[in-house]
């Protein structure tokens, strides 16, 4: 298993590679290549937040409860004095820092249903409905954030899996076959949860139509092309 420096250096150069693509191939423009190298990096650190107290879990509680305390501010602004608001915007914090979090680290299990594709799928998803409902993106944007989460969700277990296999010793670990999995196998009960959250999610997401339509005419013939490297 990849310590987390490693996950963090490989999800940032993957997140950076796949944005330089996306960049030359005129999907994205260079101004938006910082939010998603970030999201890419955070979706890279997303496997790990099952594993209690980890660096990652923390940070990304962190991050929740920072959301949540702006969710909070946008929502009763306006509704109330200003100790009121900061009383709530004070449990807000606390809320999802500390209990959300106590109770997150009790339920989950590492390398549970949090480390396979259907995580992956799940976490783009809620980016994507995220981006769009709360955040106001457009929906192409918002569907390309919840893209960037993926393409780091998926360098993760991939990397895990990578040091999983004893090349010296041409053998595999125990944990090989533990990052990268469609589902957890050994917790149907997780499994069938985040399906049907993954399906509700799919659901409330916005047609990615405008997406499909920018991604078919991305210039991907120009920047794959053989000759392109040969000239």
């Known amino acids: 298993?990849?310590?987390?420096?490693?996950?963090?250096?490989?999800?940032?150069?993957?997140?950076?590679?796949?944005?330089?693509?996306?960049?030359n191939v005129h999907l994205i423009t260079s101004a938006d290549m910082p939010w998603l190298v970030f999201l890419g990096t955070l979706g890279g650190l997303l496997p790990d937040i099952d594993a209690s107290n980890?660096?990652?879990?923390?940070?990304?509680?962190?991050?929740?409860?920072?959301?949540?305390?702006?969710?909070?501010l946008q929502i009763f602004k306006n509704t109330?004095?200003?100790?009121?608001?900061l009383l709530i915007v004070a449990g807000t914090?606390?809320?999802?820092?500390?209990?959300?979090?106590?109770?997150?680290?009790r339920l989950t299990v590492h390398?549970?249903?949090?480390?396979?594709?259907?995580?992956a799928v799940f976490f783009a998803l809620l980016m994507t409905c995220i981006s769009y409902h709360f955040l106001r993106w457009s929906v192409l944007h918002a569907w390309l954030n919840g893209i960037f989460i993926a393409v780091g969700f998926i360098v993760h277990l991939l990397l895990d899996e990578l040091y999983s296999v004893d090349l010296s010793n041409?053998?595999?670990?125990?944990?090989?076959?533990?990052?990268?999995?469609?589902?957890?196998?050994?917790?149907?009960?997780?499994?069938?949860?985040?399906t049907i959250f993954t399906l509700m999610l799919?659901?409330?997401?916005?047609?990615?139509?405008?997406?499909?339509?920018?991604w078919k005419g991305a210039q991907w013939h120009n920047y794959l092309t053989p000759a392109r490297y040969l000239k």
């Open 202 to 214: 799919y659901w409330m997401a916005p047609s990615p139509t405008p997406l499909a339509k920018v």
């Open 111 to 119: 390398r549970g249903v949090f480390h396979s594709v259907l995580a």
């Open 80 to 85: 109330y004095d200003p100790y009121p608001l």
């Open 54 to 72: 980890s660096r990652p879990v923390k940070l990304l509680f962190t991050v929740l409860a920072l959301m949540g305390v702006a969710g909070a």
């Open 1 to 23: 298993m990849a310590n987390f420096n490693t996950h963090l250096s490989i999800a940032i150069t993957a997140s950076i590679g796949a944005a330089l693509i996306a960049v």
């Open 170 to 194: 041409a053998r595999m670990k125990n944990s090989f076959g533990t990052a990268l999995k469609l589902f957890s196998y050994n917790d149907m009960t997780a499994s069938v949860l985040m």
């Open 93 to 105: 914090y606390l809320f999802i820092r500390h209990i959300v979090f106590a109770l997150f680290n």
